[in-house]
């Protein structure tokens, strides 16, 4: 099974502009006010600081390093994008109010038990990504509490999903992408049990079957799923059809036939089939 880090290249480019692996869209989130953001004092700056507003597709705005005072429209959410030496200095941002971060960026930087305890108090964040890390199942305790949540990368992990069923607490999660995990057959049972509101959904390069589709089938609100690199076959991927609101299914690399994507590609004609990476 290919991992997801031998399928792109991450550029700091990627973290200006609101993207995942499904493209850019609208956030809801609770009303921000006109607010000053007040950054602790650390020896070197914990990392770049941008905002931009909650309701629109533009990009990033770059606002410098996180230190001294960031003052915030009415609307703008606030991003937080760590760096590896940064994150020596994490745990001062304990200091911040809880609503002071809506996004925060863990992207392939080290993380520590006392990291995530001072991330699980961050009660304002609508998006969490901890992509290309080390954390594995022990994190679930800890996002467990960020009850504003709506999307969380957790791709090129060590998640095995054994802890998922934690995440029923995140009533508001509409994103999860598990790509590159150690994710099977069983953690997807209890994503569509814990997680019923997902509109998107990335599973590419993980070990999951043909069986995982009849679960994935009742997640009822889905618009977009990757299953890029995984053993699915043409055995129950019709029910996949069911999902009235799926625009987009990303089936590359896998053991789908060429006949059944075009079966697929009738009988759906307002979906975008994916069966090449060069057409995602």
Known sequence: MMNARNAGTNTLANTFIVLSVFGAFT?????LADRTVIFPPTPVPIGTAMTHPLNNETPLRMLGTSKGNVSLKDGDALYLVPTPEGMRYFDALSKLK???LQHLRLHDVPISTSNFKTVSKMSGLTHLDLSYSDVNDSVFQYIADLKNLQQLDLSSTLVRGTTLSQLKALKHLIMLDLAGTRVHDFAVN???EC???LERLNLAATYITDDSILKIQKLKNLRKLRLAKTNITDKYIDKLLQLKHLEKL???HTHVSPKKLEQLRKAKPDCKFVFRATDD
């Open 27 to 31: 956030l809801a989130s609770p009303a």
């Open 98 to 100: 809880p609503q002071d």
């Open 190 to 192: 209890t994503i569509v």
């Open 195 to 197: 997680c019923p509101n």
């Open 250 to 252: 990303t089936l590359s």
